[in-house]
């Protein structure tokens, strides 16, 4: 059983080490921009769970009673949050911030629903999924 799972895990190191730093001859790699697109998305997500995690910190100091020392890790949360947005391939700050609410905006009804176990209606939904559009949209229009 254990050479079986060492076996596995080389196969599992060789396809994500083809997968991170693809042959430059293969034709079958994804197109550099859409790993820049994934990589600026997965970059907005975490970066929306980090600063939604560090506002619930201080919302739930203020207004759940909870004790001072949550505020440390809600920090350290924000600053992640701060660095994770600074990463964003973005030729404008504001630009990448302004691409970034739509995420947010999403991340924030996930939040409703998961964390705080309030089922989103369609104006929520909708709402969401058009900042979501806007964001795109700023972010990966053609400039000109």
Do not use: Q
């Not at 997965?42 to 505020?71: H, T």
């Not at 999403?106 to 705080?116: K, R």
């Not at 939904?125 to 058009?130: D, K, L, Q, V």
């Amino acid at each position: 059983m254990e050479a079986f799972s060492s076996h596995r895990i080389r196969l599992l190191s060789r396809e994500m080490k083809a997968l991170l730093l693809p042959d430059e001859n293969d034709d079958s790699r994804p197109p550099p921009e859409l790993l820049e697109i994934i990589m600026t998305y997965a970059l907005y997500v975490l970066a929306a769970l980090a600063e939604i995690a560090g506002c619930f910190a201080f919302w739930a100091w203020l207004r759940l009673a909870k004790p001072i020392w949550w505020l440390a890790p809600g920090m350290v949360s924000l600053a992640l949050f701060a660095w994770l947005l600074a990463l964003v391939p973005s030729d404008a700050a504001g630009r990448a911030y302004a691409a970034y609410g739509g995420v947010y905006i999403v991340a924030s009804i996930l939040w409703l629903w998961l964390a705080e176990g309030r089922l989103p209606d369609r104006w929520d939904i909708s709402g969401a999924a058009i900042c979501l559009a806007g964001g795109a949209i700023i972010l990966f229009g053609p400039r000109g």
